[in-house]
């Protein structure tokens, strides 16, 4: 079974501070990794994506990830932070390799940037 | 740019009678997935598919019927709608080694 989890409902920060968005994930083998943002509203968009190799992801509007395998993280980070970041982000996993095409989201962390 | 167009974007429907919601990709993907949008559970995966005339349940299949009769094509299907059905409903594609790529999303009233 794979399972995804955003431990951080909501999260208030103000312009300028770094943000740093959690997740962590439960799966038996390597996964495949993604950060996806939903503004209001609206639907969901890509960032960035783990596949293999280096461990820090750099993706789309500034945004980037470390990937911990020690501790099945997949942090989300950007520093500075600015109002138009203020939307949900969510974590996915997908399994690595086969035709398992199946991909788990978590609930998502509701980020408010107050300028 | 991939588009993935859901139809309808809104509808009212009610309970006991029959839906389906609709999704058409010109992406050329493989992999197309129906997930449904609640506040406070994020996305739950319903049903999915990796080629026509195949599909398979996700996390949360019961209540819902998917058919793939195409590569392009991938219909949700409420036969007896009920109240605890509405939701906003998310169409996605994706191809073998592309990110997925989401309709804007259906919302659907059950009452």
């Known amino acids: 079974a794979q399972s995804v989890d955003q431990p951080d409902a909501h999260v208030t920060l103000s312009e300028g501070a770094s943000l740093e968005l959690r997740c962590s994930y439960s799966?038996?083998?390597?996964?495949?990794l993604f950060w996806y943002v939903q503004y209001p509203g609206q639907s969901l968009q890509f960032l960035l994506k783990?596949?293999?190799?280096?461990?820090v992801v750099k993706g789309t509007k500034g945004f980037e990830a470390e990937f911990r395998k020690s501790n099945s993280s997949f942090n989300l980070k950007k520093s500075p932070a600015h109002w138009s970041d203020s939307a949900k982000y969510f974590c996915?996993?997908?399994?690595?390799?086969?035709?398992?095409?199946?991909?788990?989201f978590g609930k998502g962390t509701k980020l408010s940037v107050k300028s | 740019e991939a588009a993935v167009t859901q139809s309808p974007r809104s509808k009212v429907a009610v309970t006991g009678g029959k839906v389906t919601l609709s999704c058409h990709q010109t992406?050329?993907?493989?992999?197309m997935y129906w997930y449904r949008q609640d506040t406070g559970h994020g996305l739950r995966l319903i049903h999915y598919?990796?080629?026509?005339?195949?599909?398979e349940k996700g996390d949360i299949p019961d209540g819902y019927k998917a058919s793939r009769p195409s590569q392009e094509n991938f219909s949700l299907i409420l036969e007896l709608a009920s109240l605890s059905q509405t939701a906003v409903y998310f169409c996605?594609?994706?191809?073998?080694?592309?990110?997925?790529?989401f309709g804007k999303g259906t919302r659907l009233t059950v009452v």
């Open positions: 996605a594609s994706r191809g073998w080694s592309t990110e997925v790529f």
């Open positions: 783990y596949i293999t190799g280096d461990t």
């Open positions: 992406n050329n993907h493989d992999y």
């Open positions: 598919s990796y080629v026509a005339d195949s599909t």
């Open positions: 799966y038996s083998a390597a996964p495949y």
């Open positions: 996915a996993l997908e399994p690595s390799g086969g035709s398992n095409a199946k991909l788990t």
